[in-house]
């Protein structure tokens, strides 16, 4: 059964505007969060992530916000950028010492970023 | 990228015969991971390692073996190919303290025909 969940399969946007990816979990151990955004034909790569301590974390353009209550993550982009077309995977990890810091996946959203 | 080669990139095979992916780091990462990503899926464990001749089975582990003899290398069988086994297989490392996770390798696209 998905412990991570991502429910809309693709998203499309404007440039400039907000791109906002959503991602649901449902295992309450689960105290770090990471998004990994993928292109073709190449691996996935980190992009940002958050720790359960906080309720947001950001980087330039990227912003993860976490709510706990609502087992709930969404990773904000703006300005969306052409080159933000992939797809986003959020994951989740049920602390450092568990599991040997396993992630698990939720499926992606495509992100398409038109001009 | 970042210390971690898979190969072959790609490769077709037919149904029944053995096939070999070797993932190999340069960073002396302990953990060390086999992903498939397949459509409607994302990324789902298939078996990793977490230190030289221990390793553990993912969530899809049937049809698939490891082994990792060093702390560099993780191999992963394919004893007898199907064609549900055809996909895209990544690779990953880390280390404890994620911050920034898990580093991929480029994947490898293993066709069964």
């Known amino acids: 059964d998905q412990q991570v969940k991502q429910n809309s399969p693709s998203l499309s946007v404007q440039e400039g505007r907000i791109s906002i990816l959503n991602c649901d979990y449902t295992?309450?151990?689960?105290?770090?969060f990471l998004w990994y955004k993928k292109y073709p034909a190449e691996g996935p790569t980190f992009l940002i992530s958050?720790?359960?301590?906080?309720d947001k974390n950001e980087d330039g353009r990227f912003t993860v916000f976490l709510n706990k209550s609502a087992k709930h993550l969404s990773l904000h982009i703006v300005p969306s950028q052409p080159g933000d077309s992939a797809v986003y995977f959020c994951?989740?990890?049920?602390?450092?010492?568990?599991?040997?810091?396993?992630?698990?996946f939720g499926r992606g959203t495509q992100l398409t970023v038109w001009p | 990228d970042a210390g971690i080669t898979q190969s072959p990139r790609h490769k077709v095979t037919e149904t029944g015969t053995p096939v070999t992916l070797r993932c190999h780091q340069t960073?002396?990462?302990?953990?060390m991971y086999w992903y498939r990503q397949d459509p409607g899926h994302g990324l789902r464990l298939i078996h990793y390692?977490?230190?030289?001749?221990?390793?553990d089975k993912g969530e899809v582990s049937d049809g698939y073996s490891v082994s990792r003899s060093k702390t560099e290398d993780f191999l992963l069988t394919l004893e007898s190919a199907t064609s549900s086994q055809t996909s895209v297989y990544f690779c990953?490392?880390?280390?404890?303290?994620?911050?920034?996770?898990?580093?991929f390798g480029s994947g490898t696209r293993l066709t069964v025909v």
């Open positions: 390692s977490y230190g030289v001749k221990d390793t």
């Open positions: 295992n309450s151990m689960f105290d770090y």
């Open positions: 994951a989740a990890s049920a602390g450092r010492g568990s599991t040997l810091g396993r992630l698990y």
């Open positions: 990953a490392i880390s280390e404890l303290g994620l911050l920034g996770g898990y580093t």
């Open positions: 960073e002396n990462h302990r953990y």
């Open positions: 958050i720790s359960s301590i906080k």
